[in-house]
């Protein structure tokens, strides 16, 4: 796909002039990096945060220790808490968030190598999906950041038709 997912992004968000954040886990940045590959992408993309320890979701994205403790840094509940925080520390229009476990270590049962949650916070509302990636780390990783952008763009695809009523697909 090159950069044309990162291209339909940047012409979406600059038509509707929208502003958008990445709260980044385990992609470490490598969202930012893509989306910042378009020259132009500062008209549209704010900044991102890489909050990759504990420490970081919660001094910089305002990650609640309670939720990390209760669900794991690897939940819907963290990622949608790295994405609102993320849009409000940057007074965003569109945050996308991601936490997951690369690999090739860090596996449960219930969460294996692979297991990647996103998060996306907006004024319609916030959305969250789970993908289970089976590859080395750098596969892992890319293809993260491949569904963030994708989300991202659903979103700006189907905004118009939402109502509230998007479900993160």
Request: with cysteine.
């Amino acid at each position: 796909m090159g950069n044309q997912l990162e291209i339909m992004i940047g012409d979406l968000l600059r038509t509707r002039r929208f502003k958008l954040v990445t709260a980044e886990s385990c992609t470490g940045g490598l969202i930012g990096d893509r989306i910042t590959n378009v020259p132009g992408s500062s008209d549209y993309y704010l900044g991102g945060v890489v909050a990759y320890a504990y420490e970081a979701k919660v001094a910089l994205l305002g990650v609640s220790w309670d939720t990390l403790q209760k669900y794991g840094a690897v939940s819907r509940e963290i990622v949608l808490e790295m994405a609102r925080g993320a849009r409000k520390a940057l007074s965003a229009d569109i945050a996308v968030s991601v936490s997951g476990i690369a690999g090739p270590g860090g596996g449960l049962p219930e969460k294996p190598v692979g297991t990647t949650w996103l998060g996306l916070s907006t004024q319609d509302g916030e959305w969250a999906r789970v993908h289970c990636f089976n590859g080395d780390r750098e596969h892992n990783k890319s293809k993260a950041a491949d569904a963030a952008l994708k989300f991202v763009l659903d979103y700006l695809i189907n905004m118009e038709t939402l109502k509230g009523d998007f479900r993160g697909k």
